[in-house]
């Protein structure tokens, strides 16, 4: 395979996954990882990706570049989803109690999917305008918004209004959703005011699940709203490996694989 046949390969990957390992690359090109850190510095040059540890992601995800709702509602699809029924499913068929819902594409799928289950005894409690339209439609009942400036990028209510009525909640359970984790910064966001709600929302909850598909792995954005040690539950694709594996492990982070 030519040089520019690789490269484009590559591009395509990234297209459809977001991130890239060089690991994963050296062994799926049939190459060495020398040659697979000599293209992805071709392709940063070009301006078609951004170089990180271990590998490369899109350009648009710098520590401060956030993707609009639409377009991140169609990257990974598969991935968000099972997570989402891996999620529920550890949610337990008998659980009753408050669910806290973070806004995000991936706690969107699972919003969906606990609007199916119909299980009663189970009141939701969002800041995401998104999700509370969606379980409205669905038909959910025991439903509870939550006010705020409205950020068109996400869908999410920010602002000191909404970080107050979290802070004067104590939900059983909140399951959250990230840009970002990393061994050395845990789990983080591109938006400061986004972040400050992720963070009450940490704080607030007797139990934190986060959400989170493999290409959120050794990605750090700007703001960091939890520490490992702060994440009672990892829900992802795949499993962690390296550095944020054995970070996770000594903090006690439960790692859910779907």
């Known amino acids: 395979m030519y040089a520019t046949e690789r490269r484009e390969l590559i591009e395509r990957m990234l297209l459809d996954e977001a991130r890239v390992s060089v690991a994963e690359l050296a062994q799926r090109l049939n190459v060495t990882t020398e040659t697979v850190r000599r293209d992805l510095a071709v392709l940063e040059e070009q301006g078609a990706l951004r170089r990180v540890h271990g590998g490369a992601v899109t350009p648009d995800r710098g ?27 550890g ?30 005894g189970v009141h939701v409690v969002t800041h995401s305008v998104v999700l509370a339209a969606a379980l409205t439609a669905a038909g959910y009942a025991d439903l509870t918004i939550l006010g705020g400036r409205v950020r068109a990028v996400t869908g999410a209510a920010v602002g000191a209004a909404t970080v107050s009525s979290i802070e004067n909640l104590r939900p059983d359970v909140a399951f959250i959703g990230a840009n970002g984790l990393s061994a050395g910064f845990g789990a983080s966001t591109p938006d400061p005011e986004e972040g400050e709600v992720k963070r009450a929302i940490v704080r607030s909850a007797r139990r934190v699940i986060l959400l989170a598909d493999r290409t959120k792995f050794d990605v750090e954005s700007l703001r960091r709203f939890a520490a490992l040690d702060e994440i009672d539950v990892l829900v992802t694709d795949e499993a962690p490996s390296g550095a944020l594996a054995d970070a996770l492990a000594a903090a006690d982070v439960e790692v859910w694989v779907a």
Do not use: Y
């Open 63 to 89: 520590s401060a570049a956030e993707v609009d709702l639409r377009e991140r509602q169609n990257r990974g699809a598969p991935a968000k989803s099972s997570i989402a029924a891996r999620a529920v499913e």
């Open 91 to 120: 949610l337990g068929g008998g659980f009753t109690g408050s669910v806290l819902l973070d806004a995000g594409t991936t706690t969107g799928a699972f919003a969906e999917l606990l609007a199916h289950r119909a299980q009663p």
